[in-house]
């Protein structure tokens, strides 16, 4: 079945624990991106992959770090979580570039972060 | 720049009503429009979209009319259901972008 995965769907942890989110997609998409979604504010993009080891900033980025080593996998990476990061993450690919009218996003059922 | 306004929710209805959720945008090149859907404890799954003016997108009885001359792109349905509940996103992607750009959601209540 083609799908993008998270992992964990719940996580509590403090303030200062490094912890990483990890997805993994098995569509060969080449296109993989990270979003919060926060009330009122909507989905806000963090950071965006093109391609292998090709990564970008989105709207939000600071406070988070992503890699790209192979096509299937983008974890993101909060080195120092603080608790305004305290929200709920999905990730998502697409075949080509994020979101076009011929390459729709496929998305993670989401990551629930709660930083205390 | 480009941004989506949708309208405020939450919205409930009850069963069999029509609906109607506004989406307006703004845009620098020709962008394609979409309407994402997002059920309880899930992630966002394309609803319907429409890539150039005048064009229709339509899916599980839901439809969206892109309409350049008022920068629109309103949902509609004409008899919801309690399956329908759910938070809806309107969404946007401009020539040449890297991303989609998203409204803040609309939370949809079908009450039996």
């Known amino acids: 079945e083609a799908q993008v995965t998270q992992n964990p769907r719940y996580l509590i942890t403090v303030t200062g624990k490094k912890l990483t989110v990890t997805c993994s997609q098995n569509?060969?998409?080449?296109?993989m991106s990270w979003y919060r979604q926060d009330p009122g504010l909507g989905l806000r993009q963090i950071y965006y992959s093109m391609n292998v080891e090709v990564t970008d900033k989105g709207d939000v980025p600071e406070g988070y770090k992503v890699s790209r080593k192979e096509k299937r996998n983008f974890p993101l990476i909060l080195e120092s979580p603080s608790p305004n990061q305290t929200s709920l993450y999905f990730c998502?690919?697409?075949?080509?570039?994020?979101?076009?009218?011929?390459?729709?996003?496929?998305f993670g059922n989401g990551t629930r972060l709660t930083v205390t | 720049g480009n941004s989506v306004t949708q309208m405020e929710g939450p919205v409930t209805l009850s069963e069999e009503a029509f609906l109607t959720i506004n989406c307006t945008y703004t845009?620098?090149?020709?962008?394609?429009l979409f309407w994402y859907v997002q059920y309880p404890g899930e992630g966002l799954q394309l609803l319907l979209k429409a890539t150039k003016a005048d064009d229709k997108g339509s899916n599980k009885g839901f439809e969206a009319t892109y309409r350049k001359e008022t920068t629109s792109f309103h949902l509609e349905k004409g008899s919801v259901q309690v399956s329908d509940s759910a938070v809806y996103f309107c969404a946007l992607s401009d020539t040449g972008a890297n991303n989609l750009f998203f409204g803040t959601g609309t939370r949809l209540t079908v009450i039996p």
């Open positions: 845009a620098t090149g020709y962008p394609s």
């Open positions: 569509m060969n998409h080449e296109y």
């Open positions: 998502a690919s697409s075949l080509s570039v994020g979101g076009s009218a011929n390459s729709p996003l496929h």
